[in-house]
């Protein structure tokens, strides 16, 4: 004999009562639930008005790094081929998605505001090797949205889908 | 082509390090500026690195430019009397192939705006310049010039070269007569001879003869007017200091001082003066650092002008590491007479130069509580017009408003303004002359002076010229504590007198025309 | 050596004993306090206080003092910033001041996270810039020379390069140009700053105004590893660390050895590292192929190859060793030879011996002696160019310096250095009986035939310099590690070596035997060559099998250096191909002889033998120098025939091999510059007489082969000789006749 007889049933009971609320469950990716302002998601380099890059590829965001994911090396500009403002200019910088954290102190470390976090979330790759996203892919807006063939299908927010790799 | 007229001059040249800048000096007027060719070439004559030639050439301001160029003085008084627009001119109409400079300061501000080419003076705006206006003055006597060592010996020169005084004599007279040096830090002259006749020989004299702040002009007038006199005074230091070796440290803008004394030197020589003893002249290349007595002993030895750390004193190690003694012109100049006189009735007085707007500029010997209104008033022929600023006694001495007419310019009373009599050099500034302007002419001239060796003078005298032109335009560079501190700091912490005394016009300034500084806020 | 006095001073309430007359920084940092420091910088002379950062206040002073320029007195009571409001004040005031003009671009900037003027502002600095200033600017970088760039808009002007540059190597290139605003640090005439010692005004500079133009923008300190090593490119072995990045090295760096370097380098120690990624490495084993050259073949094969020809060659095998090999590839290979195959046959460059084990002293003994002496054809930096600022160190405390040859202070022939020393030893010789009466007197063997210093060895017990502790004696060897390869190729047999004729295999290993024209004649007569080197060019042409070889910085073990100093060498990268170890012990294994593939145990292997029991891990990260070994009987010595001289036409002919030669600085794009220009040396007697002077054209001739060169004169050289840089010379006889062209 249970010592508490009662409470089985009682448990079942809060079980049944869920039965006729309404549900909380929601549809994702159909539906997005909206994402708080200072959500920290991928991340984002970024040029000035001029079209040079802002990162001068300093690696100020890889000594801050906790999980050791960014790489960059740099070189000179040249009168020929300027890529950033300074003398200097990232040549690779690479950030290693599979191992960030997005603690964003990148973000924070950078002297030059170059990188930021978006609120990018989605990107779940079939190879680990796809997530090391290289500076061309951490320039360029975030992923493109696909078009979607049948609106009508969706009543919620269109999803987002990558493509390219 | 320059080589080759070098090549000639080469073999007359000594080698010694020491003779370095007599050396460039002699190629520069012999056979032109001192070119990369002729710097090398020298080098090697005196087995020198090439580079360290280069160092100290290109650390003087002259060396590299042609003896005749014309140089165009922009010191506060010429600027005063329109120096710019001069030089604008000049430049704008100068032939093509002329060089035309600026410099911060000929140390012919009686005749302002001046300018030279060569050794000759082009006094601009005054036909028939008046070159030397002085009173008679009971120790120096400089209302009447000496021609020859005759002239002199008929004045009762040389009577104590002569009649040598005992140094126990010497010494105690020259402390009763309570006589400091008048080359701007007024140290006791009676000590420093004392100190230097503790040390072992031997030793060394120096004559500081490189007057080089702006408005004081009073050396040049003792070497033009009674070169034996300080010859005098020379000879009786070396004999004080047994020293066989003297030098006499004279700025280059100086020719006619340098040729007065060049031929007194030969006269003493001729009458057997200086049997057994040497006393060389050596001109400077444009560097009023060098006037900082151990920066002068460095510039002597052959390298960059940059003053050493002190202690320890020239006194105990100066010339090549010798004990040397060092005072101004004008402090030697007053020693025969105080022996003559005896230091308890000599009349202490000084050298005052009065220049700017005076109607007759000129150097004056008054007593040492002498009033700039007096000198003014009684010496230089009145006020030519409003009085603005005074400076009462050269570029690091203070500004004063025309309030401190009736002051004493003794050290004591012009404390109190924040301000001292420096090298004697009171400048009389017009009404119409801005103080802002003074003070951010002053400052240029000691950014530009620097030597760069120690880090306050070095950006501080950059940073608050900056802040005096910004001021001109009505603009706050930096809040007035953070200036205030700077000030400080750069007093404290410069290596020698021309970073801890740059602050002080600032200073004088900032207390007595704090209108003029209201853009910066308040203290 | 007399007990230095000590006295007490107290510095922030702290008391600290050190010797009188210490400087005040090194005495605060004793009682654990740190006066912050610009331009002072010890090993360039004395203080010249200028930046003002070590302001102090002392009791009985007045004003603050420049803490550099002080040195500890009795009962001194020091206030540094930390304590006194005046000195905290002084001292933010010049930080500020410093920081007045200059550049914030710390992220761009190379020397960011390692700058002193970084360390010292985030230590002392306010927390907040006051400064709405505009900034000076300059153009930016300046390359003053293709290794080093200036940034004149960060430089303090603390003085430090150009006194290194005036002082410490003395050669007066970098200056600081004109006065007042404009004042700045310059080369002389703007020509390249070309001197053996450049690099370190790089380390020397407190701020980022001198940079390598080698490892501009390559990595940041936090991304690097600094492996301790020691510098293999002569045989001075400077203590250096090498600065690796993602597994390249990307500079060298050093690291002070107070007995051996000081904490200088020479150029090219610094800059000579990147030819490990030279575009002609070998990286893999290459089997020549009859008209086809060389094809790359697998490592199996190669084993193979190479078991076939030592099989087929016996013990009719001559190694020619480098000289630059580690002790434990040296011992590895000579296990496998000497062991194995019994082939005792072996070619060192030069001969080494231990002949002035008895007259040892530190490197650093050079600065305090009183009495320098120097024979020897070749200069002194030419060969061991740290020994050259030793030298110069004595100089400058008083020392007197006395070269002996060719072009120095006394003129003698070329290959007479070891009558030179009979001549010293002589009675009459007034050199001789200074060197005999002082205390502190060296004796530097600078050029061939030294044997091994057993000339200088006897001059040295002919002065009587036994049992006198500040005399002694140094043999410059031509290469690294002579000493140590000679000692681990003798610890591996005792058997005498025959030479075998004809030869069946000569092994050349390591590059410079492979670019030893010696070698090259000797593969003459062999039947095979089997060559162990780095790099392609050095192949080419002659062997038949090729076994890739690594850099010194690419392996573990030992090396000897010219004083006797065993020491560690690390790796500080891994090499593109297994190292000379790994496979030696493999191919060893094919004999029956066990050798490990590991540095460590092969030494422990060695060292009864060869270095009296010393265990490897005693070697250590800064090696101690053996005590002075007992004074042994000396080996006979010879003289080599002293070499034609010259008849007034013909003229003898001097070749030297220079600092920047060899394949390694051929593989330095940077170092081109530094490499002896095509120019023969003459006497200003013999130019006269030819009618040449300097920067004539002139050809150089002997039995039928000429070459054209530059001519230059040298006034301190003997007349009767000329001066060619090995790598022009050619294959000129010993008499030359010089024509102007």
């Given amino acids: 004999m249970s010592p508490q007889p009662f409470g089985s049933i009682k448990g079942f009971g809060v079980t049944f009562k869920q039965i006729f609320k309404k549900p909380i469950t929601q549809q994702y990716p159909e539906y997005k639930r909206p994402l708080y302002p200072r959500f920290r998601g991928r991340h984002r380099l970024w040029r000035h008005e001029d079209g040079l890059e802002k990162c001068v590829g300093c690696s100020l965001c890889a000594a801050a790094c906790p999980a050791d994911c960014i790489r960059v090396v740099a070189a000179e500009n040249t009168a020929e081929h300027r890529v950033s403002a300074g003398e200097r200019y990232a040549r690779i910088y690479e950030i290693n998605l599979s191992r960030c954290i997005f603690c964003g102190y990148c973000e924070l470390a950078c002297p030059f505001d170059a990188i930021t976090l978006g609120n990018e979330f989605e990107l779940s790759e079939y190879s680990r090797d796809d997530l090391i996203y290289t500076k061309d892919m951490l320039l360029a807006p975030p992923i493109k949205r696909v078009p979607v063939a049948d609106r009508e299908l969706y009543d919620t927010p269109i999803p987002f889908y990558k493509t390219g790799s | 082509m320059d080589v080759l007229r070098l090549t000639s001059l080469l073999a007359e040249l000594p080698t010694p390090r020491t003779s ?20 090398d070439a020298l080098a090697d004559h005196m087995n020198i690195r090439h580079g360290e030639v280069h160092e100290v050439k290109s650390f003087y301001s002259f060396l590299e430019v042609p003896v005749d160029a014309l140089r165009v003085c922009t010191g506060p008084v010429c600027d005063c009397f329109g120096a710019r627009a001069l030089l604008a001119r000049t430049q704008e109409h100068a032939p093509p192939d002329a060089t035309v400079l600026e410099v911060p300061c000929l140390g012919h501000c009686e005749l302002a705006p001046v300018a030279t080419r060569g050794d000759t003076i082009l006094p601009f705006g005054r036909d028939e310049p008046v070159l030397h206006r002085a009173n008679e003055g009971p120790s120096l006597g400089l209302g009447q010039a000496d021609g020859t060592l005759a002239d002199y010996e008929r004045r009762g020169g040389l009577e104590l070269l002569r009649s040598l005084p005992s140094p126990e004599r010497i010494l105690a007279e020259l402390k009763a007569s309570g006589l400091a040096g008048y080359g701007g830090a007024g140290f006791p002259t009676g000590l420093k001879w004392e100190a230097i006749a503790a040390e072992p020989e031997p030793r060394y004299v120096i004559v500081n003869a490189d007057e080089g702040e702006p408005g004081t002009i009073k050396d040049r007038y003792v070497m033009e007017l009674r070169p034996h006199l300080l010859l005098e005074g020379t000879l009786l230091a070396m004999r004080f200091a047994r020293a066989t070796e003297g030098f006499v440290y004279l700025r280059e803008e100086y020719a006619t001082a340098r040729d007065r004394l060049a031929r007194a030197i030969g006269e003493f020589r001729a009458a057997g003066l200086l049997d057994g003893l040497s006393l060389e002249l050596v001109v400077g290349a444009g560097a009023y650092i060098c006037g900082e007595e151990t920066a002068m002993l460095e510039s002597m030895e052959g390298r960059r002008g940059m003053p050493r750390l002190k202690p320890p004193y020239p006194s105990r190690f100066g010339y090549l590491g010798r004990p040397t003694l060092i005072n101004n012109v004008e402090t030697l100049a007053h020693i025969p007479a105080i022996l ?33 209104r007096r000198l003014i008033e009684e010496y230089a022929g009145g006020a030519s017009d409003e009085i603005g600023a005074i400076v009462p006694g050269g570029a690091a001495s203070g500004i004063l408003p025309p309030a401190a007419l009736d002051v004493p310019l003794t050290r004591e009373a012009l404390r109190e303004w924040g301000a001292g009599p420096g090298s004697a050099g009171l400048q009389v500034f017009p009404r119409r002359y801005p103080p802002l302007r003074l003070l951010g002419e002053t400052m240029r001239f000691f950014a530009e002076e620097s030597c760069q060796k120690c880090t306050p003078c070095r950006i501080g005298n950059r940073a608050l010229h900056h802040i005096c032109a910004e001021l001109e335009h009505g603009e706050a560079a930096m809040p007035r504590p953070q200036v205030e501190e700077w000030l400080d700091a750069m007093a404290a912490t410069s290596i020698c007198g021309l970073g801890q005394g740059a602050p002080i016009p600032v200073r004088n300034a900032f207390r007595l025309w704090p209108e003029l500084f209201a853009p910066l806020g308040s203290a | 050596m007399s007990t230095p006095e000590l006295v007490t001073v107290t510095i922030d309430g702290r008391r600290a004993e050190v010797a009188k007359g210490t400087g005040l920084v090194e005495t605060a940092l004793q009682a654990g306090v740190e006066i912050p420091v610009f331009c002072y910088e010890p090993r360039l002379g004395p203080p010249i206080g200028a930046c003002r950062m070590c302001l102090v206040e002392i009791e009985g002073m007045p004003k603050l003092q420049a803490g550099c320029t002080l040195t500890a007195q009795d009962g001194m009571a020091v206030r540094t910033a930390a304590t006194s409001e005046k000195a905290a004040e002084g001292q933010n005031a010049t930080l500020e001041f410093i920081l007045v003009n200059h550049p ?18 985030f230590r002392y600095g306010p927390g907040n810039t006051r400064m709405i200033f505009p900034k000076r600017t300059f153009e930016k970088p300046i390359p003053i020379s293709p290794t080093i760039a200036l940034d004149r808009e960060r430089c303090i002007l603390c003085y430090r390069c150009t006194r290194f540059s005036e002082s410490v190597a003395g050669d007066g290139q970098l200056v600081a140009r004109n006065r007042g605003a404009q004042s700045a640090i310059a080369t002389f005439e703007d020509e390249p700053y070309r001197a053996p010692f450049s690099g370190n005004v790089i380390e020397l500079c407190p701020v980022g105004a001198l940079t390598s133009t080698q490892y501009r923008f390559e990595a940041r300190p936090w991304e690097i590893q600094n492996v301790p090593t020691v510098c293999a490119m002569c045989p001075v072995g400077c203590n250096v660390s090498a600065t690796t990045r993602e597994g390249k090295v990307k500079r060298i760096v050093s690291r002070n050895h107070p007995e051996v370097d000081e904490g200088w380098l020479c150029d090219k120690g610094r800059f000579a590292h990147s030819h490990l990624r030279a575009e002609d ?5 290459l089997l020549r192929v009859r008209r086809r050259g060389f094809s790359p073949i697998g490592w199996d094969q190669a084993l193979d190859e190479a078991e076939r020809l030592l099989r087929g060659a016996g013990s009719r095998i001559v190694t020619a060793l480098s000289g630059s090999e580690t002790v434990e590839g040296a011992y590895g290979l000579a296990r496998l030879l000497r062991g194995g195959l019994g082939a005792h046959s072996a070619v060192l460059p030069e001969e080494a011996g231990h002949a002035l084990d008895a007259y040892r002293l530190p490197l650093s003994a050079i600065r305090d002696a009183e009495l320098v002496v120097v024979v020897g054809d070749d200069p002194v930096s030419e060969r061991a160019p740290i020994v050259d600022l030793w030298i110069r160190a004595a100089q400058r405390g008083g020392a007197e310096l006395v070269t002996a040859g060719p072009s120095g202070t006394l003129l003698a022939a070329p290959g007479s250095a070891a009558q030179v020393c009979r001549d010293l030893a002589a009675p009459g010789s007034e050199v001789g009986r200074r060197l005999r009466e002082s205390a502190r007197a060296i004796l530097i063997w600078s050029g061939q035939g030294g044997q091994g210093g057993a000339h200088l060895a006897a001059l040295a017990r002919a002065l009587g310099f036994d049992g006198k502790e500040g005399c002694g004696a140094f043999h410059l060897p031509a290469t690294p590690n002579g000493r140590g390869v000679a000692a681990a190729w003798a610890a591996a047999s005792d058997e005498e070596a025959e030479n075998p004729e004809p030869i069946s295999l000569l092994i050349v290993s390591g590059d410079e035997a492979a670019s030893d024209p010696n070698v090259r004649a000797l593969a003459e007569r062999a039947e095979a060559v089997l060559a162990i080197t780095m790099f392609h060019a050095l192949a080419v042409g002659w062997a ?41 012990s493999q191919l060893a294994e094919r004999f029956g002889i066990a050798l490990p593939p590991y540095p460590a145990l092969v030494f422990e292997e060695l060292s009864p033998v060869a270095f009296g029991g010393l265990a490897f891990g005693e070697v250590g990260e800064r090696a101690a120098l053996p005590p002075r070994a007992e004074a042994a009987p000396l080996p006979p010595l010879e003289s ?9 036409h013909y003229l003898q002919l001097l070749r030297y091999r220079p600092l920047f030669s060899g394949a390694a600085v051929e593989r330095v794009p940077e170092l081109q510059f530094q490499r002896p220009p095509r120019e023969v040396e ?60």
């Fill in chain 2, 20 to 39: 370095l800048l007599d050396n460039l000096g002699r190629i520069r007027r012999e056979v032109g500026p001192i070119t990369a060719e002729l710097s």
């Fill in chain 3, 640 to 648: 080599a025939p002293p070499p034609p001289t010259s008849d007034g």
């Fill in chain 3, 544 to 584: 038949d099998l090729v076994l890739p070889a690594t850099s010194y910085l690419e392996r573990d073990g030992t090396t000897m250096n010219l004083e006797g100093r065993l020491q560690r060498l690390r790796r500080a990268v891994m090499p593109p191909a297994p190292d000379e170890l790994a496979w030696l």
């Fill in chain 3, 104 to 121: 914030l671009d710390c992220p761009v900037c190379d020397k960011g996270g390692e700058c002193p003027l970084q360390d010292l502002t």
């Fill in chain 3, 281 to 285: 490495r070998i990286t893999e084993p």
């Fill in chain 2, 340 to 372: 003559r006189a005896g230091g308890e009735r000599w009349p202490r007085g000084r050298l005052w130069s009065v220049t700017g707007a005076v109607r007759e500029p000129g150097c004056f010997e008054a007593p040492l509580d002498v009033t700039p």
């Fill in chain 3, 682 to 741: 003459l006497s200003a007697d013999d130019a006269e007489r030819r009618r040449i002077s300097s920067g004539d054209e002139v050809s150089v001739r002997s039995n039928g082969t000429s070459t054209a060169l530059r001519a230059r004169l040298d006034r301190r050289l003997a007349p009767g000789v000329v001066r060619i840089a090995e790598e022009h010379a050619g294959d000129l006889h010993a008499l030359v006749e010089v024509v102007k062209a």
